[in-house]
T-cell receptor, first 115, second 113 residues
Framework: NAGVMQNPRHLVRRRGQEARLRCSPM?????VYWYRQLPEEGLKFMVY????????ESGMPKERFSAEFPKEGPSILRIQQVVRGDSAAYFC?????????????FGDGTRLSIL | AQSVTQLDSQVPVFEEAPVELRCNYS??????LFWYVQYPNQGLQLLLK??????LVKGINGFEAEFNKSQTSFHLRKPSVHISDTAEYFC???????????FGSGTKLNVKP
């Protein structure tokens, strides 16, 4: 039973390029969460999505960042025109219906480095 | 809004010694509490959770935590640590709808031989 799958594990981009991070939730999970971990810091919530819906994006930067979770395929976190400060580890988590009292399961993350 | 404070950024300890990692939280509503462990270059793995019931929660790898509502604390303990416990530990809270987790800044546990 595969866990939360994130790819790529490592991503290098030059300033101004676009970064696309993918997350496939655990089987049976329909809720996806994205977090960002800056060096020496804890995880910070970015966005919570269900299939085809953004439920809470209160942690997303106002510009350049977007997320989607289409009906088919993985969830995508997209960062346009990347800057040095975007360098971080980005983690995806998934859960079944929150009413099931099940905590989130995390992927191994994508480490984004901006040159 | 909720917040989590882990006062100790690093905790060095010798193998087979006991350890306590501290976690305090603040919240205007009732919350669920969690401890996660992160090994280098990996994601977070759930150690244990408190949802309701007994305030002493036992998790994997011999860890346990006690929920203290009056002190708003959820400290993690292990009576005898191993080298393999060297990792970073994160305390987290979520509201009852599980929509959002708030994480502490982490405590790096360094177990020395």
């Amino acid at each position: 039973n595969a866990g939360v799958m994130q790819n790529p594990r490592h991503l290098v981009r030059r300033r101004g390029q676009e970064a696309r991070l993918r997350c496939s939730p655990m089987k049976g999970h329909s809720h996806v969460y994205w977090y960002r971990q800056l060096p020496e810091e804890g995880l910070k919530f970015m966005v919570y999505l269900q299939k085809e819906n953004i439920i809470d994006e209160s942690g997303m930067p106002k510009e350049r960042f977007s997320a989607e979770f289409p009906k088919e395929g993985p969830s995508i976190l997209r960062i346009q025109q990347v800057v040095r400060g975007d360098s971080a580890a980005y983690f995806c988590a998934s859960s079944p219906d929150p009413g099931s009292n099940q905590p989130q399961h995390f992927g191994d993350g994508t480490r984004l480095s901006i040159l | 809004a909720q917040s989590v404070t882990q006062l100790d950024s690093q905790v060095p300890v010798f193998e087979e010694a006991p350890v306590e990692l501290r976690c305090n939280y603040s919240s205007s509503v009732s919350v669920y509490l969690f401890w996660y462990v992160q090994y280098p270059n990996q994601g977070l793995q759930l150690l244990l959770k408190y949802l309701s019931g007994s305030t002493l929660v036992k998790g994997i790898n011999g860890f346990e935590a006690e929920f203290n509502k009056s002190q708003t604390s959820f400290h993690l303990r292990k009576p005898s640590v191993h080298i393999s416990d060297t990792a970073e530990y994160f305390c987290a809270v979520s509201s009852y709808n599980f929509n959002k987790f708030y994480f502490g800044s982490g405590t790096k546990l360094n177990v020395k031989p």
